[in-house]
C-alpha cells in the first residue's frame, strides 16, 4: 500500500495515499483501536451539512473568496450523497468532544477540495483549519452536527415508522371490533372486551408516544453554532451564526435556530435527554405490545392461542413445524437495548464540566442508533406481524364461554358474595355459570341469559 507523508502541529505522519483524511485522522486511527463502533454516516453528514453552510456563509461575509467557498460545498454534497464514506475510518471511543472526527472532515473537505481545485487549473490551496474550519470549532460544532442528524433521524425515520404501526393498529381495531373475547388482568382471566378494544390501546400508546416525541424533538432545533470554545463566539463574526443557521435549514428543509444562549448549548445535552426519554417511553410500550402479541399467539394448542400471526420462517432446528414470534422478539430486543442507551445518555450528558461535555461521540452513537433500531424494528414489526394479525374465533368463542368472569355481571342484581359463590361453585365442580347459578337457586334461566350478555359488558350501561 503506498502512502504520502501528512504534517500536523506534532510532526510528520504516514497516510495512506488513496485516503482523504490527514494528520490528526491518521494518529486517532492509530491511538484509539477501541472496539468496533464507527462515527454514524449520520453525524459524518451532519458535519458535511454544517461545513457546507458555513463556507457559504464565510463567502456570503467576504470571509472567504468564493473559490475555496464553493469547492468545499461541492467537497461537503459527496460527503452528504455517501460518496466518500471510506474516507471517515474514526470510532466512537476517542476525544470526547469529537474533535478528531471534526478534523477527520475538516481534512477530507480540505483535501478533496483541493482536488477540485487542481481539476479547474486553480493553485490556490485550502486548509483544514484556516478554511473549512473558518470561524468555527469542534466544540460548537460536535453538537450542532449530533442536533443535525438527530432530527433528520426523528423526522424521517422514526415518526414515518411510528404512525405506519399506529395506522395498522387503527385499522385493526376497527376491522375487529365486533369481536367478543376474554379480557386478563395479572395474567387471569377478567370480563370480556373486544379484540378491536384491545388493539385500540397499542393504537392509542403510538398516537400519544407520537406526541411525546412530536413536542420533545423541537428541543433540539436550537444549534450551538458558531458558538465556537466557550461559547464567547471568539473568532466569528455578526450575524455569522444566524446566516449559517438558516442554510442549514435550507439544505435539511429542516427547522433550526441559533441557540439562545451558547454557553449552555455547549455543554449540556438536555434537550438530547428528553427527546431520547420520549423514544424510551415509545419502547416501552412497544415491549408491551410485543409481549401482547405474543402470548396472545401463544400455542398453537397448548397456549392462549387468541391471534393469529403471520408464519414466516421455521422456528427450531430440532422441532419440525414449530414456528415463532420472531418479529415481537426482535422488536424486544431493540427496545431493550433503547432503554440501555438511555441510561448511558443521561449519563455521559450530566458529565457537562465547565464549558464542554466531553462525552459527546457516545452521547451521538446512542441515540442515532436508538433512532435507527426503533424505525427499523417498528417497520419490520408491521410490515411482517402487525398487518397479519387475524383473530382465532373459535380459541376466542371457548374462552368467552369458558370464562367465569362473566358472572360480574351478576353484582348489582345478586351482590358480590352471591356472584363469587356461583363462581366458586361452577370452578370447583366443572360446571357453566349458568348451570351453578340454578342450582344454587339464586336466578332463573331467562334472568340469566338477560343479565349474563358479554356484548353489553364491553360497554358502560345506557341509564
Known sequence: MKNRIEHDTLGEISVPADKLWGAQTQRSSENFKIGTEKMPDSIIRGFAILKKSAALANQDMGHLSEEKAQAIAQ???????????????????????????????????ANKGNQILEEKGREIRIHPNDDVNLSQSSNCNMPTAIHIAAVTAIEDEVLPALVKLKNTFYEKSQEFNHVIKVGRTHLQDAVPLTMGQEISGWHRMLEKT??????SYQKMQELAFAG????????????????AVEKI???TGKTFIPARNKFHALTSYDGIVYTHGALKALSADLMKIANDVRWLASGPRSGIGEIIIPSNEPGSSMMPGKVNPTQCEALTMVTTQVMGNDLTIGLAASQGNFQVNVFKPVIAYNFIQS???????????????AVGIKPNHEVIEKNLENSLMLVTALNPHIGYENAAKIAKKAHEEDLTLKRSALEMGLLTEEEFNEIVNPAKMTQPKTN
Open 75 to 109: 467537497a461537503a454534497d459527496e460527503i452528504i450523497e455517501g460518496i466518500l464514506n471510506e474516507h471517515f475510518p474514526l470510532l466512537v471511543w476517542q476525544t470526547g468532544s469529537g474533535t478528531q472526527s471534526h478534523m477527520n472532515i475538516n481534512e477530507v473537505l
Open 210 to 215: 407520537e406526541m411525546m416525541i412530536r413536542e
Open 228 to 243: 465556537t470554545a466557550v461559547g464567547t463566539g471568539l473568532n466569528t463574526y455578526a450575524g455569522f451564526a444566524e446566516n
Open 249 to 251: 435549514s435550507s439544505f
Open 371 to 385: 433512532a435507527r433500531l426503533l424505525a427499523d424494528g417498528m417497520t419490520s414489526f408491521n410490515d411482517n406481524c
